[in-house]
DNA sequence: GTCTATAATTCGATAGAC
DNA sequence: GTCTATCGAATTATAGAC
């Protein structure tokens, strides 16, 4: 399917990317995208099918990344704490690697068409469920405190949701082991270091 | 500006909020809003100047909702862990009371054309700066464990940023209260309970 | 792989009658 | 305030020459 990239198509997927990520799927044009690789429209179609499959070739790739991730940390046998670590490192390491895919993952995935963009929301519903099993299972063990569990998973997805961000419009330089421990600290222990209520 | 609304003004006002929020700015045609509306898209241009002007109405004024409530934190001279409580507290109710001017806040305002654009990220950037402010506050007399103030300013701006899927895409009934108090704990104090490194 | 040319559709918006 | 009719521009995509 993406494989025997030319160096002109793998050069065309990039900027597309970058481009999706800045202006918006729906904001991005077959023209903005050829004036930008500096040749005419008809010259896209040599490279792709058409944009929808652009946008599924980039969501499902970055989001079966997601899914081998978070399947290595499940079976880990780590205690919760600790692949909660790691659920933090894998999204760390992820975005660093891959930004505008992420950012695509965070922002243009309802752009899909039926039926590829149910195929993705069950797909991303299973992500959220491992997602749960590693903070049901922190709970259960004490080690997490008796959270609501719907509430306590988006608050947990939403908190790394953003690091592309730094990976993209951010225009200080990162240091991702100091963005990991940080981030590991405020999912672990809020901004407080204690209890309270 | 936005007076004067006559019932039928407010329904239309109201379904394409909804629509726009579901589909997306871009995604949603006039003829889409008319065709709910069940009149004809000329119609449309009764009731407003524009598609943009329509946006540019929503998102400027939640923007000002959330500028007012976080000027009457900053007043108020509470403690900074009251402050970020309070914070909590102040999304929860603007996104319990307008939950879908929420979720433009959050997905479509890069849909603004300049100069609009421009305006709408100073206003949010100044927006950024007051929670930097109570974040620092809370840092500096040692209430808030000594964070990175870009890294853990974006980490609490995220973690509410969310609470509008509760009041819009999510099926379940919600509990304000309860939604309050476990956010709450969430970002005072993380899953765990304690410190860790 | 690049071009010209164009098809076929959809878009936001306006004019003007009633 | 609702309609019909339409404009002009922009959209994705294709055909076919070089």
């Not at 749960?132 to 959270?147: A, D, K, Q, T």
Request: aromatic share 10%; charged share 30%; hydrophobic share 35%.
């Amino acid at each position: 399917m993406t494989k025997n990239h030319s160096p002109r198509k793998k050069q065309f997927l990039d900027e597309s990317l970058k481009m999706i990520h800045e202006k918006g799927y729906k904001a991005t044009t077959m023209r903005d995208l050829a004036e930008r690789m500096g040749f005419e429209v008809s010259n896209i179609y040599n490279f792709i099918d058409s944009k929808e499959a652009l946008l599924e070739s980039y969501l499902f790739m970055i989001s079966e990344d997601f899914h081998d991730g978070i399947d290595h940390i499940l079976e880990s046998g780590y205690p919760p704490t600790e692949k909660l670590k790691a659920l933090v490192s894998l999204n760390i390491r992820l975005t660093s690697t891959k930004p505008y895919q992420v950012g695509l993952l965070v922002n243009e995935w309802r752009n899909l068409k039926e039926p590829k963009l149910t195929k993705f929301i069950d797909r991303r519903n299973e992500y959220e469920e491992k997602v749960r099993l590693i903070i049901s299972e922190g709970i259960e063990s004490g080690e997490f405190r008796p959270f609501d569990m719907d509430i306590i998973t988006h608050a947990v997805l939403s908190s790394v949701k953003w690091i592309y961000y730094w990976y993209t419009d951010h225009s200080e330089e990162v240091n991702p082991v100091e963005l990991e421990r940080q981030l590991t600290e405020f999912v672990l222990g809020g901004v407080g270091g204690g209890a309270q209520s």
